[in-house]
T-cell receptor
């Protein structure tokens, strides 16, 4: 597709369950980012992938959060043993390089609701 | 660490008029980039405009322009001839290391017909 694609669009799950969120970046984009947006707030950085380099995990809030990316393709963000505080919109973005001037293109996000 | 502050949680403007959204940031870096993103209810973040810190000239994109004051660490967004479709959340963002964007808390813009 032409843009960043995220699935599912919405996810409702019970506290304690594991969830997987998927991001399909723009073809050819080497950099991929995950952000979290709590209701009424700005975006918080979670994790960043650049090509085959080790990911920057400095934004992950706890060890319940992890993410993978194979090469320059799809990424999966996994949240284990979900808590109510994990309820948020999870946004994925990609860019053509890690250079600061390259804009990040965002997907529509996954709205995660923990009951 | 960098911080970005948007001091106006909400702003409103009459259709066809001009509005300015404020943003300040804090950094010790000298080379960086600043962005304004628009987020309509669809949730997608749409790039509105960007500014390179080493450029003195303010960026413009059609009805959108910025007032970049590097010494004051200020980066405001001016929207001219406001349209109903401009109603959205607007986020100011900072990037210096080529990694993540640091976002402000956002300003909700309402446009009155």
């Amino acid at each position: 597709g032409a843009g960043v694609s995220q699935s599912p669009s919405n996810k409702v799950t019970e506290k304690g369950k594991d969830v997987e969120l998927r991001c399909d970046p723009i073809s050819g984009h080497t950099a991929l980012y995950w952000y979290r947006q709590r209701l009424g707030q700005g975006l918080e950085f979670l994790i960043y992938f650049q090509g085959n380099s080790a990911p920057d995990k400095s934004g992950l809030p706890s060890d319940r959060f992890s993410a993978e990316r194979t090469g320059e393709s799809v990424s999966t963000l996994t949240i284990q043993r979900t808590q109510q505080e994990d309820s948020a919109v999870y946004l994925c973005a990609s860019s053509s390089s890690r250079r600061s001037n390259q804009p990040q293109h965002f997907g529509d996000g996954t709205r995660l609701s923990i009951l | 660490a960098q911080t970005v502050t948007q001091s106006q949680p909400e702003m409103s403007v009459q259709e066809a008029e001009t509005v300015t959204l404020s943003c300040t940031y804090d950094t010790s870096e000298s080379d960086y980039y600043l962005f304004w993103y628009k987020q309509p209810p669809s949730r997608q973040m749409i790039l509105v405009i960007r500014q390179e810190a080493y450029k003195q000239q303010n960026a413009t994109e059609n009805r959108f322009s910025v007032n970049f004051q590097k010494a004051a660490k200020s980066f405001s967004l001016k929207i001219s001839d406001s349209q109903l479709g401009d109603a959205a959340m607007y986020f100011c963002a900072f990037n210096n290391a080529g990694n993540m964007l640091t976002f402000g808390g956002g300003t909700r813009l309402m446009v009155k017909p």
